[in-house]
Every structure is written in structure tokens, then in C-alpha cells.
């Protein structure tokens, strides 16, 4: 009984899957000569957003025909391949772009060069923390290199995201293990009376 939940909650620990990132999708609005607000009239309406975000241009609100177009490196001299064109837009719908790199990408109406421009700044993901582990001799300290685990694997003794729910799970089935335990000593006792 003990072995299979030791089984068990080993499984559970090493074959948990990496959920997915979260993703958010952020909505700029453009009107008749403006990417955000009227008050970005020849400006330019920065949007920050993080590595996988959708970035969701929405024209529900101009009158006029527009395009959100990548510049490539600026305005001032755009690129005649970009990275996303959304085509004439007329009929207010929106258009709709996911980012999976970091960097700044200036953007423009291709009718409205220099009245209507925007800058999408993509954050990189953020790193995240080596969690401090026994070394192989019993002494706290970093996971050395070589027991790093690959990309979509868990680290051991860690949920799946990096935080401590696997030490939660690991906590939970050494009590569980313990009353058993405890369980099965008490009934020894009571037939060695």
C-alpha cells in the first residue's frame, strides 16, 4: 500500500503537465485619424504588451477606411514587406495580431501616414526563479546544471508552474503515508495485547 502511493504521487510529480502561459489580448481603438484616443492625432499611441499577447485594432468607431500596417524599423520609411497588413478596413470590424517576439513595432494607417501611427512594445517573458533544492549530498543550494530539466518538464519537488505545489502534494502524501502508518501500528498494538 505504501509503495503504491509513493508510486503514485512520484507519477503525479514527474508527469504533470506545464500549463500554458497565460495570454492576454489587448484592444486599440481606432477612430477617423487615431490609433487609442483622439488625443494621439499625430502622435503616436504606444501599447505595451507581454510575449504571446493578441493585440485586437477595433474600427468600430471610424467612419473613414483604415489599415493597421507594420512600418518595420519607422514610419518615416516603411517596409514594403511587413510583418501584418490588415488590408483596407471599411466596414468597422476589427483585425487582429499575435506577437511571439519581443521588441517595438511601429505601426500606421497606410491613408493616414502620418495622422494615425502606433508602437506596440512586446515585454519578453519574464524569467522565472531557480527554486533552491538539496544538492545530491543533503546541503540546500541551486539545482546544479545537469539536473535542470529540459523545456516542459517539471523540476522535481515543484508544481508544474515552478511553485511549491508539488512540495504541497509531497507534504500531503507523507501525512497521508503517516496515518497509514500510525494506522497500522495501532491495530500491531492492539493484537499484541
Not at 484616443?37 to 503616436?44: C, D, I, K, L, N
Not at 510575449?51 to 507594420?70: I, K, M, N, R
Not at 500606421?108 to 533544492?133: D, K, N, S
Amino acid at each position: 500500500m505504501l509503495a503504491l502511493l509513493l508510486a503514485i504521487a512520484g507519477a503525479f510529480l514527474i508527469t504533470s503537465p506545464e500549463p500554458a502561459a497565460a495570454q492576454e489580448t489587448v484592444t486599440i481603438l481606432g477612430g477617423d485619424t487615431w490609433f487609442c484616443a483622439a488625443s494621439f492625432q499625430s502622435g503616436v499611441c504606444d501599447t505595451e504588451i507581454n510575449v504571446g499577447d493578441t493585440v485586437v485594432w477595433d474600427f468600430s468607431g471610424a467612419q473613414l477606411p483604415h489599415t493597421t500596417t507594420a512600418c518595420g524599423a519607422s514610419c518615416d520609411d516603411p517596409t514594403s514587406s511587413p510583418l501584418w497588413d490588415s488590408g483596407i478596413i471599411s466596414d468597422g470590424s476589427t483585425f487582429q495580431f499575435t506577437f511571439q517576439e519581443p521588441g517595438t513595432y511601429p505601426y500606421y494607417c497606410v491613408i493616414h501616414t502620418t495622422l494615425q501611427q502606433g508602437r506596440i512594445i512586446v515585454r519578453a517573458a519574464e524569467p522565472t526563479a531557480t527554486p533552491q533544492t538539496p544538492i545530491e549530498d543533503g546541503t540546500p543550494g541551486a539545482v546544479p546544471p545537469s539536473a535542470t530539466p529540459g523545456p516542459g518538464l517539471p523540476r522535481a519537488g515543484y508544481g508544474p508552474d515552478g511553485s511549491s505545489a508539488g512540495w504541497a502534494l509531497a507534504t500531503l502524501a507523507a501525512i497521508g503515508l503517516a496515518l497509514v502508518a500510525t494506522a497500522a501500528g495501532l491495530r500491531m498494538i492492539r493484537r499484541a495485547r
